[in-house]
Structure formats: structure tokens, C-alpha cells
């Protein structure tokens, strides 16, 4: 499945043309409504090839493409604040015990560091955690339209602990990995390597997310819909 997904934007004749126009957004992601761009694309991704869809959908239907990434945004950002919330209380609660013992205290600073590493260390899983988590979210939503599917515990649970999906996520994780990698020596020069970097990321993420789509549709059997004129890809994103 590995080489399929690197392969995957270029089973569509027009490949280029959406790598550019990903690209390009990618690069202005700090705009904010690129990204949601981005992301909605992601998740068309998601929903043609968990119907088993080998031709990548094309960049189009601006508003519902950047409503849905604004909703894909949305159930990242939830997964994403929980890691943060539990580092930041931590990390109050070791400032208060430090304070408390009014900085000349061993046993205080001993205590308030003790319960900020532990802070630190519960972020780190709970953050593995939130990133194993949350594309599998991202296709309970893109799969059934619905925001409330990315948080139900009942329909997750199975994927989560199916060796079939962590097998899928490691494979998505070593293609970001090395796309990082990879933009990382392109930074040797500035500011083509951020440019380059851009487009680079953009071929990673899908690629990534085709293997998540098309395992998330092996766990749930999907059928590709036949000739019924509403392709995967082209479902309503509202």
C-alpha cells in the first residue's frame, strides 16, 4: 500500500495541476482559510478512497471543500487542546509548588519539578495518542457527514484497536516522517526550500491519507458506489 499511496495523485491525468494548486495553498496555510482549504481536500481524499476510488479528486466547490475543513479543523483542534490543557495545569500546579516554598525550599522545588515533568509526560502520550487518534476521527466524520461520529467512543474503539489500522497509521506517520526529512534538507536554502517544502508536504498529507481511507474502508467494507452519479469524492460537505 506504501507505494500505491506515493503513486496515488498520479493516477489522475491532471496530477500536476492539483499538486501546484495544493502546493500553493500549503504554503500560504498562515492565512488560515487556505488551510481549511487543505484540510477539506484531505478529507475528499478520505471519503473516495475508503470507497475504494484510485483517481484523486480535484481541487473544486470552494465553499463546501473549505466548510468541511473548517469541521475537520474543529475536530483536530479538540484532540489537540486536551494534550495542552493537561501540560498547562501540570505545568501551573509545579509553578504554584515552587512559589509556595518561595524558591528556597528543596523539598518544594523538588516537588513542584516532580509534578511538571509528570505534566510534560502525560502531554507527550496523551499527544501520541490525540495524533493516533485523530485521523481515524477525521474519517468517522468524513465517512458519515456527521461531527458527532469523530468523538463516539463505540464506533472508534474497534478501529483504534484493530492491527490493521495501527499498522496503516505507522505506514501515514513514515510518510510524513520522511516528507519532513526530505523538507528539512531542502531548508539548506531558505527560501526555496520553504517554497519546495510546501508542495512536498502537500504530496506527503495525501499520500498519508490515502492509506488511512483506504484501510478505514478494508475495517468498514465499503463499497464503492457504481455509476449513480455521486462519486465519493463529490458528497456533500454539508
Given at each position: 500500500?506504501?507505494?500505491?499511496?506515493?503513486?496515488?495523485?498520479?493516477?489522475?491525468?491532471?496530477?500536476?495541476?492539483?499538486?501546484?494548486?495544493?502546493?500553493?495553498?500549503?504554503?500560504?496555510?498562515?492565512?488560515?482559510?487556505?488551510?481549511?482549504?487543505?484540510?477539506?481536500?484531505?478529507?475528499?481524499?478520505?471519503?473516495?478512497?475508503?470507497?475504494?476510488?484510485?483517481?484523486?479528486?480535484?481541487?473544486?466547490?470552494?465553499?463546501?471543500?473549505?466548510?468541511?475543513?473548517?469541521?475537520?479543523?474543529?475536530?483536530?483542534?479538540?484532540?489537540?487542546?486536551?494534550?495542552?490543557?493537561?501540560?498547562m495545569v501540570?505545568?501551573?500546579?509545579?509553578?504554584?509548588?515552587?512559589?509556595?516554598?518561595?524558591?528556597?525550599?528543596?523539598?518544594?522545588?523538588?516537588?513542584?519539578?516532580?509534578?511538571?515533568?509528570?505534566?510534560?509526560?502525560?502531554?507527550?502520550?496523551?499527544?501520541?495518542?490525540?495524533?493516533?487518534?485523530?485521523?481515524?476521527?477525521?474519517?468517522?466524520?468524513?465517512?458519515?457527514?456527521?461531527?458527532?461520529?469523530?468523538?463516539?467512543?463505540?464506533?472508534?474503539?474497534?478501529?483504534?484497536?484493530?492491527?490493521?489500522?495501527?499498522?496503516?497509521?505507522?505506514?501515514?506517520?513514515?510518510?510524513?516522517?520522511?516528507?519532513?526529512?526530505?523538507?528539512?534538507?531542502?531548508?539548506?536554502?531558505?527560501?526555496?526550500?520553504?517554497?519546495?517544502?510546501?508542495?512536498?508536504?502537500?504530496?506527503?498529507?495525501?499520500?498519508?491519507?490515502?492509506?488511512?481511507?483506504?484501510?478505514?474502508?478494508?475495517?468498514?467494507?465499503?463499497?464503492?458506489?457504481e455509476d449513480?452519479?455521486?462519486?465519493?469524492?463529490?458528497?456533500?460537505?454539508?
Amino acid at each position: 500500500m506504501l507505494s500505491e499511496s506515493i503513486n496515488y495523485l498520479r493516477n489522475d491525468e491532471s496530477w500536476l495541476k492539483t499538486v501546484l494548486i495544493g502546493g500553493v495553498l500549503t504554503f500560504f496555510s498562515f492565512l488560515i482559510i487556505p488551510a481549511f482549504v487543505v484540510l477539506g481536500y484531505t478529507l475528499s481524499v478520505i471519503r473516495a478512497t475508503m470507497h475504494g476510488d484510485e483517481k484523486p479528486p480535484e481541487f473544486g466547490e470552494w465553499a463546501d471543500m473549505t466548510v468541511d475543513g473548517i469541521k475537520g479543523f474543529a475536530i483536530v483542534l479538540v484532540y489537540s487542546l486536551i494534550p495542552a490543557i493537561i501540560a498547562m495545569v501540570f505545568g501551573f500546579a509545579g509553578i504554584l509548588s515552587i512559589a509556595a516554598g518561595g524558591g528556597d525550599s528543596g523539598a518544594a522545588n523538588a516537588f513542584g519539578g516532580i509534578v511538571t515533568l509528570l505534566g510534560l509526560l502525560a502531554a507527550f502520550v496523551l499527544g501520541i495518542f490525540a495524533a493516533y487518534v485523530t485521523p481515524a476521527a477525521l474519517s468517522n466524520y468524513a465517512e458519515t457527514d456527521r461531527m458527532g461520529a469523530a468523538f463516539s467512543v463505540s464506533e472508534l474503539r474497534p478501529i483504534l484497536t484493530s492491527g490493521k489500522y495501527a499498522t496503516a497509521w505507522l505506514m501515514a506517520f513514515v510518510v510524513i516522517f520522511a516528507a519532513s526529512v526530505v523538507t528539512g534538507l531542502l531548508n539548506v536554502v531558505p527560501l526555496l526550500g520553504f517554497v519546495l517544502g510546501s508542495f512536498v508536504t502537500f504530496y506527503a498529507v495525501v499520500a498519508a491519507y490515502y492509506i488511512i481511507g483506504t484501510t478505514w474502508g478494508e475495517l468498514h467494507e465499503i463499497e464503492m458506489m457504481e455509476d449513480d452519479g455521486d462519486m465519493p469524492g463529490e458528497q456533500p460537505a454539508v
